[in-house]
């Protein structure tokens, strides 16, 4: 009379097939896929300020903790006919993380200055943002003004 029993080839197929099953069973009840949560922007602006004296209308704001990606942008008119010599500083959490820009203002030109600082803030910290000029200069017409604070699910901000 014939064996009923599977061939060996088959016993091992079944066995193989029986682990992948049970494992798949025993990872699928432990792994959970980690969603990133949406980025949050905050944004402030300002189309025209007038910045007379040598420290500009400075700017200052709270972020909550978490780990941000922070950019500034402003294009500075020199209003009279002489150059100057004109700086803008981004700056989170009292210096912590730093970006100055340095440009020199031709007599009547207008120039770009842009910044970008990246930051964990460990708890609720305060950003800040300012250009100086040299006191008795021309003024300066900051327009476009534009900070912008985006917090992201992780950072890593390293040199290269």
Same mark, same amino acid.
């Given at each position: 009379m014939p ?38 922007? !905050? ?26 990606? !922070? ?12 150059? !100057? ?45 300012a250009c ?17 604070? !985006? ?10």
């Amino acid at each position: 009379m014939p064996s009923k029993a599977p061939s060996r080839s088959r016993r091992l197929r079944l066995s193989a097939l029986a682990v992948a099953v049970t494992a798949g069973a025993l990872l699928a009840g432990n792994v959970t896929q980690a969603e990133a949560a949406p980025p949050e922007v !905050i944004s402030r602006w300002n189309n025209e300020l007038v910045h007379s004296n040598s420290v500009s209308p400075g700017f200052s704001m709270f972020l909550s903790s978490g780990a941000y990606t !922070i950019s500034a942008k402003l294009s500075a008119a020199n209003q009279g006919s002489s150059t !100057i010599n004109y700086s803008c500083i981004l700056s989170a959490q009292g210096g912590a993380d730093t970006d100055v820009a340095a440009v020199t203002l031709a007599p009547n030109a207008t120039q770009s200055v842009v910044l970008n600082v990246v930051h964990n803030f460990t708890s609720t910290g305060q950003l800040t943002f300012a250009c100086t000029k040299p006191v008795g200069t021309p003024a300066v017409r900051m327009q476009q003004v534009k900070i912008t604070a !985006i917090k992201v699910n992780t950072l890593d901000n390293q040199p290269f």
